[in-house]
Structures are given as C-alpha cells and as structure tokens.
C-alpha cells in the first residue's frame, strides 16, 4: 500500500522506477511519504529527493488517513490486539476477574475472552474482529489491575478450531502414552514376586499412614503463630479479598449514612384486593403478555404516581440548590452474588402493568448473569427495594445516593385487623420510607407513602386519577 501511495505522490517515469529505494521496509516506505507530504526533503538524499522532485501535492491530511489505514490493514494481516473497552464515563479501570480464553485456543466472532469487574459492574471484554483466529498470548492475569484502551491479549487470525483441535490430538496421545506406561511397571512387579521388593510397598503404606495423625500436631508446632488467629482448635477461618463492587458499594452506603439526614416513617398495607386481582387476571395476563403478573409493578406505579404528587421525594440536593426531575425513574435493587445493584427502569410514567413487568424481569436476569452494563444502571430518581422476598418483616432501608428516598417492601403476613368493625385475618404488609430529612419534611414523606398504601390497597385510584 505504501508503494501505491508513492506512485499517487510519483508521476515522472524515473521517479516510480526509483520508489522501489524505500521497499526494504513498509515502515521506511511510510516514513518517504510523509517526509514528502509534508515538503521536509532537505534532509534527504538526493534520490530519495528524486523520488520527491515530481510528487504531486497532496495535503498532510491525507498522508495521516492514508497511514492510519496502511496501519490497520497490517492488524487485520497478522496479529489483532485485544484492548480493554470503554466502562463507563466515571469508570477507568478494572480488576480482572476471570480469564475465558488461554494461549493457545480458538477464539470465535464475539467470543469471551476474560471479564473485569469494575466498582459498578462486571464488564465482559470480547473478541469482535470479523474473522475467528487462535489467541496467541494473553498478556494479563486474574487480579490485575487494567485500564480503558489496555492491551490485554494478541489473536491471530486463523482458521477456526484447526489449531485447537490439533492440541486436543495431542493431549489425547498423551493420555495413552501414560497408559501404556502403566502397565510396564506392573509385569516387571509381577515378573519379580521373589525378590524383597513386595516388603517395600506395605512399608511405604505403613510410611503414610504416620503422618496422617501426626499431620494435626505437625502442622500446630510446625506453624505455631497460625494457631494464633485461629483461637481454639476446629473453629477455622479463611480471608477472602472484598470484590471492587463490594467495596464501592460499601463505600456508597456509609457515605449515605455520614451525609445524609436520614429518617424512616412506617405505614402497612392490606394486601387483599391486589392478590384478589393477580389470581383474578394472572392466566390472562400472562397469556397475553407473556411475563407474569406480580406485586412490584403495582408498587412501582403507585410510587410513580406519589413521586409526581409529592415532587420533593423526587428531587435531590446539589450544593446550594434543589433539582426537581420532572421525571421518574426508578431503580430496583437487586442481590447477586457478588453484591447489590440497581438498575433502573425509565419513565416509568409512561409504562403499563406489563412493561414495567417485563423491563423488570429482563434487567433482574441481566443482573443475576453479570452482564448488566453501566448504561442499564445510571440515573435513577428513587429506589425500591423488596426484602421480603428473603422474608424481611421490617427494615430501615439506606438511601441511594444521590437520591433523596428508598421505599423498602417487606414480607405478607396474616395478621388480625379490624374491618368494619369485626376482626378479620388480612393480608398485611409493612412498608417503609427513608428520606433525606435536609429535603423532604415529615408531612410530605408521610403523604407520599400514604398515597402508596392507597393505590396499591385499591388500584382502580389509577384508572379515576383519585
């Protein structure tokens, strides 16, 4: 390519004769090109100026454009490098938390090559070029610390499973080979049954068989300071490293506590008539949309509705001055094994029942698989977090920052209430709000979780906007 270019900057006969000076290398090739787009030929000599002498002009510009491609056309030839992709704006680097691929294997189009767990999510780093090749050698570990636009591993393009398959033959050699090994040892044990060796094996059981009981008080007077941190015998502990989300989250939630003014008010909820029209409409429901009716698409409208009734919850403090979102969107905290997340649902305003009920099961999966990006989780006006589940009967749930209040949902239990005078057995289920008392007074948090035990105990609120 780079002589193409040449013969573009080249009209004169003896100057395209000449070019073929600076095809010892492309590099040096590319290096004349842009000494002559640019006009520097004084260093040069004078038949490297004689390839120069008729150019025809070309801008700057273009020879950087020109180079860029000559150096991506020479990527796709040979060796593909591997970088670490963009995490987020707030994000730079990572941890590595597991390697997919290792030197040596097939890598196909969108294949898993390692993940990085970052203080927000765990982001998967694949293979995206258009041709399957073989990983030529992954240049990081598990547990190092990489940053956007790192080098983490070399492919080279190939013929996918070729080279793969050709170690697996010869790992499946080298498991016969072991094989057929085994069996000579055998006949010259057998061809030797006089000889004192049959002694020696029972002595070698007897050797084991030692240190077997003396491994306990081996190991305490060969380590005596470990006994230390263990304390009494058969109380054993192990030290695990606390994941990058883990720690932001943990850093998160305290510097909620030590900013916020956080206070919880109480309320509970008769569960009757919204259990009364999940088991009325379910099977048509589900027929129709596809996704089960449950109780978080009624909670999450009602405190839709309350957020607009009562702006101040969905408003958030930044320095001197109050930001009222006209908007809401929600966030649902989710467990997963490796911490708390919460990705959130948009405009929640304009969704129905059904979508906020398949918006909630799609990011739960994305969530519990560890494939839920920055994107899915950024933003958010309020949060909605439902211990019951786990069985939860009553919490103080911790602000999301920099939100100003979470709702917290608990477990249903029957418990005597009075309804009309008479006792009856109800459906009951406490809720809880926490809010940023800086904020949002007493009289508008008490409101706003009173407009949500109203419409969930009575859903046809929504349809007369009563």
Known sequence: MAHRALSRLCQHSRCIQQR???????????????????GQVSGLDSQARLLCSNRIPIAHSQFQSLSRSFQSTALLAGDIKITVPSMGDSISEGTVASVAKQAGEAVGTDDIVLQIETDKVTVDVRYTTGKPGKLKEMLVKEEDTVAVGQEVAIVTEGEEGSKPEGNKEEKKEENPAPKEEKPEPKEEKAQSPPKEEKPQPPKQESKPSKPAPSKGPASGGAA???????????????????????????????????TYAMLTTFNEIDMTSIMQLRKDFKDGFLEKHGVKLG????????????LHLVPAVNAVIDGDELVYRDYTDISIAVATPKGLVVPVLRNVDALNFAGIEK????????????????????????????????????????????????????????????????????????????????????????????????????????????
């Open 359 to 466: 918006a909630i099961n799609a990011l739960g999966k994305k969530a519990r698989d560890g494939t839920i990006s920055i994107d899915d989780m950024a933003g958010g006006t309020f949060t909605i977090s439902n211990g019951g589940v786990y069985g939860s009967l009553l919490s103080t749930p911790i602000i999301n920052p920099p939100q100003s209040a979470i709702l917290g949902m608990h477990s249903i239990n029957q418990r005597a209430m009075v309804v009309n005078g008479e006792i009856k057995a109800r459906p009951i289920m406490n809720v809880a709000l926490t809010y940023d008392h800086r904020l949002i007074d007493g009289r508008e948090a008490v409101t706003f979780l009173k407009r949500v035990k109203d419409i969930v105990e009575d859903p046809r609120r929504l349809l007369l906007d009563v």
């Open 224 to 258: 005596p300071p470990s006994d230390k941190p263990r304390g009494k015998p058969g109380r054993p502990e192990r030290r695990v490293k606390m994941t990058r989300l883990r720690a932001r989250v943990a850093e998160r939630l305290k510097g909620a506590q030590n």
């Open 295 to 306: 109780f978080m698409s009624a909670f999450v409208k009602a405190a839709s509705d309350a």
């Open 20 to 38: 073929s000076l600076a095809s010892q290398s492309q590099i040096g090739a590319w290096s004349l090109v842009g000494q002559c787009a640019a």
